[in-house]
């Protein structure tokens, strides 16, 4: 994962984008400061000389050894629980052509990075896993796969570094795409986001569930013109940040809605509850006169009953405020939100940590013919699971390992250089990840020091009467009891101290 493709791809998104602000082209960038001499991001101006102040661009962070095993743990969580449902895995370029992913995201389009014409080609950095798994399909003439895909994307968003929002990050995507009976690939997505948040045990969460259709006839039962929906539906989903009453004056003076509409629609999107909420929105008397409203009600019903018999339906919770602004989106969608063990920070609480739902048209705008491929998913942010994951394990004191050595290799005395290297090459050969001192001759109490600080398991010490008898002393550095084994016996006795094959 953290292959070469990551090392050129930073390079490509630090050297070569120009970062800039929201709601400023790339090009406006390279004049915003009014001294010359320096740019925003800190770097040395080209005609004059100035003051170069070395830091990671704007919306991003390093990741060093003490924060690299929390986050692999929480990868390896998220890894374990696709390969347990059967998802094989892809991989997609970082760019797509810049047409692949236009019209796609809505309003969030602006977040897009457009990249400089290269070779004839207008190019985009990918603004989420989603459209070019759809592009994937679509070309590759694929009627159903269940995939997993864990990549870094790209958003011109105004970071908030503290909630693990970041402009360059990971998201870790489930799909299901095919034609299948009415929620049953909906569930198991639902059940996947269950079982990540509890194994991660990153403290309470819910699952936010709601349906487009039903929205889609909200709004036509509301009076809303269709040309409106996607705005509007837009401005409902930040109901999750904002209060009504913002969202409310975003309908109206920025989106042009009728107030009588707006407060109609109010009435409903502040609802939510369990199964008695689907059962009385369907005998609500505007709502009956919807077909779209009816059929998501009735997808709903079903998608809880498969829940329960899942185990995951008591973090399940029916919210009609849920929007998710995605123009894509054409069903079932669902968002999980962390309820307890978040710090609140000055940038407030992280929010959401996983999002999906269906989109059965996504597949059919890529396909020349129009064939249309039903398709359901869902993605991890794995930043702020990790920003969570960090805060919990800082709160607790919690020290993780940042090598995974399983042995070191340490002399007692002078002049063992040439031992050392020969009990580190028997232990590679045998898998064993090991290590020992650069020094020709390090002091003892530096490397058993060395291995504590570590957490190394196990030592294997040698000195001159060692070598001569053909033995070597293994040590467990937790209890610091020692054993003497003969040579040809080294790696069977590590591997059942390390309780390995």
């Known amino acids: 994962m953290e292959a070469q493709v990551d090392e050129e791809l930073s390079k490509l998104v630090h050297k070569s984008i120009k970062m800039c602000d929201e709601g400023q082209k790339p090009e406006a960038s390279k004049n915003h400061n009014n001294n010359p001499s320096k740019s925003k991001g800190g770097e040395r101006g080209k005609d004059k000389p100035g003051k170069f102040v070395l830091k990671t661009a704007k919306g991003t962070r390093d990741y060093g050894p003490v924060e690299m095993p929390v986050r692999r743990q929480v990868f390896d969580v998220i890894h374990s629980v696709f390969h347990m449902h059967g998802a094989v895995e892809i991989e997609t370029p970082v760019f797509e052509l810049k047409e692949v992913l236009t019209g796609k995201y809505g309003e969030d389009s602006k977040l897009i990075y457009d990249l400089e014409d290269q070779g004839g080609e207008k190019l985009s950095l990918r603004y989420d896993l989603t459209v070019p798994f759809a592009r994937y399909v679509a070309m590759n003439k694929i009627t159903n796969i269940k995939r997993y895909h864990v990549a870094r994307v790209y958003r011109r968003d105004n970071p908030a570094m503290t909630r693990g929002r970041y402009r360059e990050f990971y998201q870790c995507d489930f799909d299901i795409a095919g034609q299948y009976d009415a929620m049953l690939p909906d569930a198991e997505c639902l059940q996947l986001v269950h079982q990540v948040l509890s194994r991660l045990d990153l403290g309470d969460f819910t699952i936010k569930i709601n349906h487009r259709k039903i929205l889609d006839g909200l709004f036509g039962v509301c009076g809303v013109p269709l040309e409106k929906f996607r705005p509007i539906c837009s401005a409902v989903d930040k109901l999750d940040k904002s209060p009504w009453e913002e969202v409310r004056k975003e309908m109206v003076d920025e989106k042009g809605l009728d ?7 109010g009435e409903y999107v502040k609802l939510s509850g369990k199964e008695e909420l689907i059962e009385k929105l369907k005998n609500d008397e505007r709502l009956k006169n919807s077909k779209d409203a009816q059929a998501g009600l009735s997808d709903m019903t079903l998608l809880y009953q498969y829940c329960q018999n899942l185990g995951c339906e008591s973090k399940v919770v029916f919210d009609m405020g849920l929007a998710r602004g995605l123009d894509y989106y054409t069903g079932v969608i669902y968002e999980a939100v962390l309820t307890a063990g978040q710090n609140q920070g000055k940038d407030g609480p992280v929010g959401s940590v996983a999002g999906g739902g269906r989109y059965d048209n996504l597949v059919g705008m890529f396909d020349p013919k129009k064939k249309t491929v039903p398709c359901v998913g869902l993605s991890f942010g794995i930043e702020r699971l990790f920003t969570i994951q960090e805060q919990k394990q800082r709160a607790l004191g919690e020290k993780l390992r940042a090598t995974q050595t399983e042995v070191f290799v340490a002399a007692a005395c002078k002049g063992m250089v040439h031992e050392r290297l020969k009990i580190i090459g028997l232990l590679h050969e045998a ?19 060395y291995a504590e600080d570590n957490q190394i398991p196990l030592v294997v010490l040698i000195g001159e009467s060692e070598v001569e008898a053909g033995v070597v002393k293994v040590r467990e550095v937790t209890t610091r009891d020692e054993t003497t084994v003969k040579r040809e016996d080294l790696v069977t006795t590590v591997k059942q101290k390390l309780g390995t094959k």
């Open 259 to 265: 107030g009588e509409m707006a407060d109609l629609i």
């Open 431 to 449: 898998g064993i990840k090991t290590e020992s001192s650069y020094k020709n001759n390090p002091k003892i109490l530096n490397q058993l020091q």
